[in-house]
């Protein structure tokens, strides 16, 4: 993969979320066993703690705070990283490109067309201000 100004935001958002997002600390959180539901929506799910309380599914947090900040700290390292080594590199880091070849494009090739977020971080009277 050569990034350069002649290829589309589209692509350069996926690859850029599967190398500094996906393949990250997110990986270790999404593993592990998921819940059945026949409702659909885990309305049937509940987690039983080690006080006995029963906790409907979607009550339980997922993620605790220091993980979640486990996550944060590794998505601003490898965005940081990435930025660092593709669009504010003052030369072309040939093997960062190949690396992203092998490790993060294959996994896009799947994924949705990113939509763009009109009121992203701007509620909507800050935009008419």
């Not at 026949?38 to 006080?51: F, L, P, T, W």
């Not at 993620?63 to 504010?88: A, E, H, P």
Request: charged fraction near 30%; aromatic fraction near 10%; hydrophobic fraction near 40%.
């Amino acid at each position: 993969m050569t990034l350069n100004p002649k290829k589309s935001q589209i692509e350069f958002a996926k690859i850029m979320t599967a190398a500094c997002v996906r393949r990250g600390y997110l990986e270790k959180l999404h593993a592990g066993t998921t819940p059945v539901t026949r409702s659909g929506d885990y309305s049937d799910v509940k987690v039983i703690d080690a006080e006995g309380r029963e906790i409907p599914w979607n009550h339980v947090s997922r993620i605790s705070q220091d993980k979640m900040k486990t996550l944060m700290t590794g998505v601003v390292n490898r965005i940081y990283t990435f930025l660092t080594r593709t669009l504010f590199s003052a030369s072309e880091d040939k093997a960062f490109m190949h690396a992203l070849d092998r490790a993060a494009a294959p996994w896009v090739k799947s994924w949705d067309e990113p939509k763009y977020l009109a009121d992203f971080l701007m509620p909507h009277s800050e935009k008419e201000e």
